[in-house]
């Protein structure tokens, strides 16, 4: 059962004032929200969560209750309405808060940054508050930005009851201290980690437009960097003039374990894959396409034959070609069949004739 509140007749006198600006209160949250919401779309900024909330009565009845003297109307009350940013990195709570600066105005005098506390079982509450008005004029509204797992810590302390001036038995508090210090490690840790990251993908791409391919290891993220540069366009583009076929775009990632199994391990390799076989690859596609009206190929198309000829260089036969297609379909007897066609249709090349 709630416990009954007793407010004197100038708290009373400060709910009425609530009641009266209720639905100004209501409509500031909804404009902050979505401006704020807008504004960090725009700069392309992702948060894991937004929230809003107008204060409640029964909550401000607590709040005034004890200490409704502090404050000449309830105007003065600066946490009437509120949000809450939520982001995953630590560096992205200061570009939450260069953007608030931009389209709000900011009472410094009754903002704070309690991430510039050092007491060691603070983590959950250092969060970045900002009071702010609109710039066109409103009551004053509050911004909470926080990370993710400063979010998930204050949450957890909240729900088995602990603040830091409870007094609480010195074996309790040690370990509050020592797993509020890891949090906080932790987080630092994982903002550091993504910028090391960043940093690394930009050295890549620069690699890669610079042609420096042997300096780039053969990895998801750097196979994916130089698919953008679309190493396999010419050969598609004269696989699509033998029959004049219209070529639509798909997935090469799934190539990339295969060509992990050849033992490639940096771009280079890739590209040598390309510089040394594509004569090869495009005599296998005329064998495949000029007895037949296909006129739509798979982006594809030049990367499979590149590492069907490389299989057969390498002295494949029908096991090899099969363990191919295994990779590519997923394992099935009936890539025999596709194994026994590129037999059949590479036998005309030069350096298989010269295998006989």
């Known amino acids: 059962m709630d416990k009954k509140v007793n407010l004197d007749a100038h708290g009373q006198e400060l709910m009425r004032q609530y009641y009266d600006l209720l639905p100004i209160l209501e409509k500031l949250a909804e404009d902050a929200y979505d401006m704020l919401s807008k504004a960090l779309q725009e700069q392309g900024i992702y948060v894991t969560a937004m929230e809003k909330r107008v204060k409640s009565a029964r909550s401000l009845e607590g709040k005034l209750e004890l200490k409704g003297s ?58 970045l508050h900002f009071i702010c008005r609109m710039k066109t004029g409103s009551p004053r509204f509050e911004i909470q930005m926080r990370t993710a797992l400063q979010h998930v810590w204050s949450t957890i302390e909240h729900d088995i009851g602990y603040k830091g001036e409870v007094k609480m038995p010195s074996e309790y508090r040690r370990q509050f201290s020592r797993l509020s210090g890891m949090m906080e490690l932790i987080d630092d840790e994982f903002s550091r980690l993504r910028t090391v990251l960043t940093d690394y993908r930009r050295k890549i791409q620069s690699l890669v437009k610079s042609g420096h391919l042997d300096e780039v290891p053969l990895s998801q993220s750097t196979f994916r960097n130089y698919l953008e540069t679309e190493p396999f366009h010419r050969l598609n583009e004269r696989i699509a ?22 033992g490639m391990e940096t771009l280079g390799d ?7 076989n594509s004569e090869d690859a495009y005599q296998l596609a005329i064998s495949q396409l000029a007895m037949t009206d296909l006129d739509i190929l798979a982006s594809s198309t030049a990367l499979q034959n590149l590492c069907l000829i490389y299989v057969l260089r390498k002295g494949g036969g029908r096991e090899e070609l099969k363990a191919y297609y295994d990779k590519i379909n997923g394992a099935s007897d009936a890539n025999y069949l596709l194994a026994d066609n590129i037999l059949e249709q590479a ?10």
């Open 270 to 276: 890739v590209q040598r894959l390309i510089d040394e």
């Open 70 to 127: 502090k404050y000449k109307t309830v105007q003065d009350v600066t946490d009437l309405v509120g949000l809450r940013v939520i982001t995953f990195y630590t560096d992205e709570v200061d570009k939450v808060a260069a953007i608030t600066k931009r389209i709000f105005d900011v009472d410094w005098h009754e903002s704070v940054d309690k991430r510039k506390l050092h007491d060691l079982t603070s983590f959950g509450y250092n969060s």
């Open 241 to 262: 003039a033998i029959n004049q076929a219209e070529i639509y775009p798909t997935s090469l990632m799934p190539f990339l374990r295969v060509l992990v199994s050849f």
């Open 347 to 356: 036998a005309t090349l030069p350096f298989m004739k010269n295998k006989e």
